[in-house]
């Protein structure tokens, strides 16, 4: 057996002591110069590299997933995953179920509608725009699929005008292609050491094509809201210069305001379960054409 003596233990606390306040120091240098950094330059994506930081210092954010026995419920008949393929077999059901049951329990609602004269339309693209459109397309987005994003920006010269024939059918025509409808879904944990199903977000990743469909729709259908002045000031999401930074700056002021006013101020903050993939479809299209967007331009999609 090897026995130390006490000068040679103190020696070694005090230098492991000394390292480990040297490390935090480092780090604490460098998340503090990163984030004031971010904070002083402002650029665009800023808010997602922000807590992508942040996360890092607090621990947080996604935990690579195992291969461990994870429970799954569905249709009230408990089962149990233990192998990729059984987890995979399982968890595209299970999502599945999930949406149905939470759409089965939602309330029906048909509030009364004015549908405004069509003024809206999708118009036909450019190849000098499928291309800009391709090119900023991110690199990481959809590596596992056949034709994925890099693939893609290095033969758009050869299959543009194809592609573009593609985009511009479909946005004259109102017509989604059902092969584009197709993602591949990525359960991500929630929490560390996850074991059951509903501790799992779904993380769904399209085919690039369908990218640049959804780009396309976006841009125009954006130019159309903010030139008719259709969305409220107040609107802070999915919006150019407006983040959650904007809508939590209005709620503050609104506070203050009320407190110098001497008034009370109740607030309710509401987290929808799966908000996307639990939207009613018939009051969308609705709400589209009471916005003046026609109905060809939504057709079977």
């Not at 390292?19 to 460098?30: L, P, R, S």
């Not at 987890?87 to 509608?113: C, D, G, K, T």
């Not at 596992?144 to 573009?164: Q, R, S, T, Y």
């Amino acid at each position: 057996m090897y026995y130390i003596n006490k000068t040679t233990y103190y020696c070694y606390k005090h230098i492991r002591n000394e390292t480990e306040k040297a490390y935090y120091w480092e780090q604490y240098k460098y998340f503090r110069i990163t984030i004031v950094n971010m904070l002083k330059m402002k650029k665009e994506n800023d808010s997602k590299r922000m807590w992508k930081t942040l996360k890092t210092i607090i621990k947080g954010g996604h935990h690579e997933l195992t291969v461990n026995e994870i429970q799954f419920d569905i249709n009230r008949m408990e089962s149990v995953a233990n192998n990729e393929q059984d987890l995979a077999e399982n968890f595209n059901p299970y999502f599945i179920r999930s949406i149905e049951n939470l759409v089965i329990n939602r309330v029906e609602w048909n509030p009364p509608y004015e549908v405004n004269c069509n003024m809206f339309r999708f118009r036909p693209i450019s190849l000098d725009k499928l291309t800009t459109l391709v090119h900023s397309l991110n690199n990481k987005m959809s590596i596992e699929e056949v034709l994925n994003a890099g693939m893609l920006k290095i033969a758009i010269d050869e299959i543009g005008e194809i592609l573009l024939k593609l985009i511009n059918t479909s946005l004259l025509t109102g017509c989604f292609p059902d092969k584009l409808k197709t993602s591949t879904i990525t359960p991500i944990p929630k929490i560390i050491n996850a074991s059951n199903a509903k501790d799992f977000r779904p993380i769904n990743s399209l085919p690039p094509v369908e990218k640049i469909l959804e780009m396309a729709v976006y841009e125009q259908i954006t130019e159309y809201f903010n030139s008719n002045k259709l969305l409220i000031n107040n609107q802070s999401g999915f919006r150019k210069c407006h983040s959650w930074e904007t809508a939590l700056q209005l709620t503050i002021s609104n506070f203050l305001k009320n407190i110098d006013n001497n008034k009370f101020t109740v607030t309710v903050f509401l987290d929808f379960q799966r908000a996307f993939e639990t939207i009613d479809r018939s009051i969308l299209l609705k709400k589209l054409q009471m916005y003046g967007v026609g109905v060809l331009n939504v057709n079977k999609t």
